[in-house]
């Protein structure tokens, strides 16, 4: 017997067991119900406290079918809201090996750590404003931008302009070592650390957490 809220492949599509998970369980959302494609993966409804819905994520490995509105977010006040697709918390986690892929919003002011990592990475703004914060320049990014990271480029994102920024972000995973410079610029924005590190424990230590849950400005992304 599946566990409350999973959804799995039948042989005429995905069906949801606990429809009232699926449809309208998200705040700001109303229904939209619609047919779900077949998968061969299985596919777990969230729920958290006061019987919100928070979002699907895999349960097993293989592959699966999305969309990024009924998918699981995360987010946080200081450091947007970001869905990465995966299952890092899972019992056992379900995670891309071979590249990482995250919708990330930003809205202004908010931003992550002035970073540098072994991996190559590739970001694409598909809307709102944001400035890319570069080997020590700072430049402002628009819709249909591209940055191409090579891997040790120091980088963050801030959130700029009059609303919410999307940022597609894809991401090797080859190797995990990183790295965390002090950088005036980016402690203009609270984007950099106190004391140089290659401890990304050090670093996120007095940095907010993410918490699951979808960003308050919910209904004024492009697929609300």
């Known amino acids: 017997m599946l566990p409350p809220g999973v959804i799995t492949a039948g042989e005429n ?98 931003t992550g750590l002035y970073h540098a990592e072994s991996n190559q990475e590739a970001f694409l703004v598909l809307s709102g404003e944001c400035a890319l914060l570069v080997e020590g320049e700072e430049r402002r990014l628009r819709p249909w931008d591209f940055f191409n990271s090579s891997p040790w480029t120091e980088h963050a994102f801030v959130g700029a302009g009059e609303g919410p920024c999307v940022i597609l972000m894809v991401g090797s995973h080859s190797g995990p070592e990183g790295h965390y410079p002090v950088s005036e610029l980016a402690a203009r924005y609270g984007a950099s650390v106190a004391e140089e590190t290659s401890d990304w424990r050090q670093a996120y230590a007095t940095v907010e957490r993410f918490r699951r849950e979808q960003p308050p400005i919910w209904a004024r992304l492009p697929w609300a």
């Open 13 to 110: 599509g995905l069906e949801p067991r606990h429809p009232s998970l699926i449809q309208g369980s998200f705040p700001n959302a109303g229904p939209h119900r619609r047919p779900v494609p077949r998968c061969e993966n299985r596919v777990r409804a969230r729920s958290a406290a006061r019987g919100l819905r928070i979002g699907l994520t895999p349960v097993t490995q293989g592959w699966f079918v999305v969309n990024v509105r009924d998918a699981e977010w995360w987010f946080s006040e200081r450091r947007g809201a970001r869905c990465a697709f995966e299952n890092e918390y899972g019992e056992p986690p379900v995670e891309f090996a071979q590249f990482g892929i995250t919708v990330t919003v930003l809205e202004p002011g908010q």
